[in-house]
């Protein structure tokens, strides 16, 4: 699998990023293993997990919180040379209890879950320790100084945002570069077909200071993974995704008839679409069987003609251009 630079930096990861956020919720862990045997055997060095990953995203109901870490810590133990071969990566910020000080940035709470992240992972090292949300209560210059902190122990290497807007990513990166710190390698944003939002000031934003993307949730929650295709299977479809599907039936026929025009599947041109834009460093694919996983490896090879990106603007159309452009003059 090709790999390419993470924004600006020097640092080289895989086109797909494997995402584990179905490690231990959805995905037991024997399957998790041989996911991430698979996905090790197929040139995908880019693992992205988060700290509250593995159960129920809820400020009541840690209990599940770090499983995936667990697992991945787990797996990585079995093999210590594993741990050299890939670029791991997770995040801080969601609650991880129900104390005050339990969740987002404090230079408090960043210190104390990057060491319980640590222990969960089974390793001395973070190489890209991502903020999950921003935190607009906590001062940059802590929430720098606390990074800077772990970056001068060893413990992190680089630094990414996840969910920010693109005034809180050239806020992070203008204090950065005031403290003559890297700053932001990387952001991981919603990003597909189905949602363009972040063409507007996102991706202008992340161009200008080299910071690479890296969407989450590339086939939108499965809608352009084939889904009518899968109902007319038998294949059911939860309340909210079929008030989705309802709601975008012209479109989602347009887009598979076009993949079936031109012969590929729908989850593979959704995933090549994304990496035809040069500010996408890797989409993050989350399988929850190897099956999935290798249905997903054809992507990166896949170049989409000219024709066939103009045909997809169409049927899923954008904003237009980036801001102002597109609300003004």
Not at 123 to 151: F, G, N, S
Not at 171 to 189: I, K, M, P
Not at 257 to 276: F, N, Q, R, Y
């Amino acid at each position: 699998m090709d790999t390419t630079h993470l924004g600006r930096t020097g640092l080289r990861v895989s086109r797909l990023a494997l995402g584990t956020m179905n490690f231990g919720e959805l995905t037991d862990e024997a399957t998790s293993f041989a996911v991430m045997d698979e996905a090790l055997a197929a040139g995908i060095n880019f693992f992205d997990t988060a700290d509250v990953y593995g159960g129920p995203q809820s400020p009541d109901m840690a209990k599940g919180y770090g499983v995936s870490e667990e697992i991945i810590g787990r797996w990585l133990a079995q093999d210590t040379g594993r741990r050299d071969r890939i670029v791991l990566a997770t995040k801080v910020y969601q609650p991880m209890g129900t104390g005050p000080n339990d969740k987002y940035l404090s230079a408090y709470h960043i210190r104390r879950a990057c060491e319980a992240s640590l222990r969960r992972l089974k390793t001395d090292h973070i190489d890209l320790y991502q903020m999950h949300h921003v935190d607009r209560a906590t001062p940059w210059a802590e929430i720098w100084q606390a990074m800077e902190q772990l970056i001068r122990e060893g413990k992190i290497t680089y630094v990414g945002s996840s969910n920010f807007a693109g005034w809180d990513i050239a806020t992070a990166q203008c204090t950065a570069t005031a403290r003559n710190l890297l700053g932001l390698a990387s952001e991981q944003s919603l990003y597909n077909l189905t949602q363009r939002t972040v063409e507007l000031e996102v991706i202008p934003a992340l161009r200008h200071f080299g910071i690479g993307l890296i969407p989450w949730s590339p086939v939108g929650m499965g809608l352009l993974g084939g889904v009518l295709r899968k109902a007319n299977e038998g294949r059911r479809a939860s309340p909210h995704l079929q008030q989705r599907i309802d709601k975008l039936r012209p479109q989602l026929e347009a887009y598979e008839a076009l993949c079936a025009e031109i012969g590929e599947a729908p989850s593979d041109v959704a995933l090549a679409w994304l990496l035809h834009n040069p500010v996408v460093t890797a989409a993050i694919t989350g399988p929850r069987t190897v099956e999935q996983l290798r249905q997903n490896l054809r992507a990166p090879s896949l170049a989409l003609s000219g024709e066939t990106l103009a045909r997809l603007d169409e049927i899923w159309p954008g904003p237009g251009d980036e801001a102002p452009v597109a609300y003004a003059w």
